[in-house]
């Protein structure tokens, strides 16, 4: 039974027409009967070997009585001719011959039997192996055939919106978009990062000129109480704080 | 022998189990003719999977590409059975799907196989169909 052969029949004719099952149900119903009967016949050449171990155990049995009556026979005639009883020796040498000629055809029959035990061992094992394969090939096919049918009815969902079933490409696609989406938002929090950053440098540079009050320092502090009130504010001849003076002029 | 898993219990347990990591991972059932287990793999740029158990077997099936999309049909058949080998874990295949022609990235197991061991052909198999989609951006309209 070639297993691929009749896996890839279930495909035929069934395929390319659109809305049609993708696997030939009826192949498919034609091969789960075949499994059946395979079984079956496993099951009937099973009895078979059982039915002919038990007619070779009955078939052994005999021999060994026969074998046993052999060697009965056999110490008679010894005995007869001990006894110069020659009469009787030939008497009992008939019925040997003839225990010995059964002897011969049953070891045949046996052999025959142990032939056809061998194989159909043999090939109720390799029957067992085919079936299983045959089954998880068909299981297979089975749940192949659900996640298509389930893909195609995926893809009539979107038949109406004129859109094609996603597949991969989409999805790389999405992956793409949000790749340089999310590179735009670091370059956009980079550029942020980086124009804040040149501000305050900017900043640091402006306060150390002396341009922007800066942050206090002991030489800037110093520089305010060393340096002489101005004269051009219009209060002149008041007499006032320093101090004062240097904080409204730097507010 | 542990029992093997269906359709349904496979999902119950996927949705219920503690140890099972579902980040990103959407799952709905969809009954029909067949019950499947809808995926969506929101980190895999949403791509759509299908998982379906029958008898002794777990079918994954993840959607590459329409024939359509194909440029040259030939080279890339050819294309696809050279990366197969190599490509671990999934395998490349086609499908008529609704009458179209589809290449698909599929994965299947065993329907005794251990939660884990589905989770992890879940994030297998995405990971290859999109890496497979890559590969093979050149032989795409």
Redesign the interface.
């Given at each position: 039974m070639a297993i691929w052969t009749k896996i890839i029949t279930l495909f035929r004719g069934a395929?390319?027409?659109?809305?049609t099952a993708?696997v030939d149900a009826n192949a498919m119903r034609i091969l789960d009967q075949e499994v059946r009967d395979a079984q079956n016949a496993l099951l009937r050449s099973r009895d078979d070997l059982a039915k002919i171990m038990a007619q070779r155990k009955i078939a052994n049995d005999k021999l060994n009585d026969k074998k046993a009556k052999q060697i009965e026979y056999s110490n008679y005639i010894r005995e007869a001719l001990a006894r110069e009883n020659r009469g009787l020796a030939q008497e009992v040498a008939v019925k040997l011959a003839q225990i010995e000629a059964d002897i011969a055809t049953e070891g045949k029959i046996i052999g025959e039997f142990d032939n056809s035990i061998s194989k159909l061992q043999a090939s109720s094992r390799q029957a067992e192996t085919v079936i299983t394969r045959l089954?998880?090939q068909?299981?297979?096919v089975?749940?192949?055939?659900?996640?298509?049918?389930?893909?195609?009815?995926?893809?009539?969902q979107h038949?109406g919106t004129g859109a094609?079933?996603?597949?991969?490409?989409?999805?790389?696609?999405?992956?793409k978009q949000?790749q340089v989406e999310r590179a735009a938002q670091l370059e956009v929090a980079e550029e942020m990062a980086k124009t804040t950053g040149e501000d305050t440098d900017l900043q640091r540079r402006l306060a150390q000129a002396g341009i922007v009050p800066g942050e206090s320092s002991a030489d800037s502090i110093l520089a305010r109480f060393e340096t002489p009130a101005p004269k051009a504010l219009g209060h002149d001849g008041v007499p006032q704080l320093g101090q004062a003076n240097v904080t409204s002029q730097s507010s | 022998m542990n029992t093997p898993w269906t359709t349904e219990s496979l999902h119950e347990a996927l949705h219920s189990d503690q140890s099972v990591d579902l980040e990103g991972i959407e799952l709905n059932l969809i009954g029909g003719v067949d019950t499947i287990i809808n995926i969506i793999m929101h980190e895999h740029g949403d791509l759509a999977m299908q998982m379906a158990v029958s008898g002794e077997q777990i079918f994954v099936s993840s959607p590459l590409c329409l024939a359509s999309q194909v440029k040259d049909r030939h080279a890339f058949n050819e294309a696809c059975l050279r990366l197969n080998p190599v490509n671990p874990l999934s395998n490349l295949g086609l499908q008529d799907v609704g009458g179209e022609d589809l290449y698909i990235v599929f994965g299947e197991l065993s329907s005794r196989s251990p939660l884990a061991a589905v989770v992890e052909e879940i994030h297998a198999l995405a990971d290859n169909t999109i890496q497979a989609a890559e590969a093979f951006a050149d032989h795409m309209k």
């Open positions: 395929a390319h027409e659109a809305g993708v089954k998880q068909i299981d297979t089975k749940a192949t055939e659900s996640v298509q049918r389930a893909q195609a009815a995926l893809a009539a038949a094609k079933l996603g597949t991969a490409l989409d999805s790389l696609e999405r992956i949000r | -």
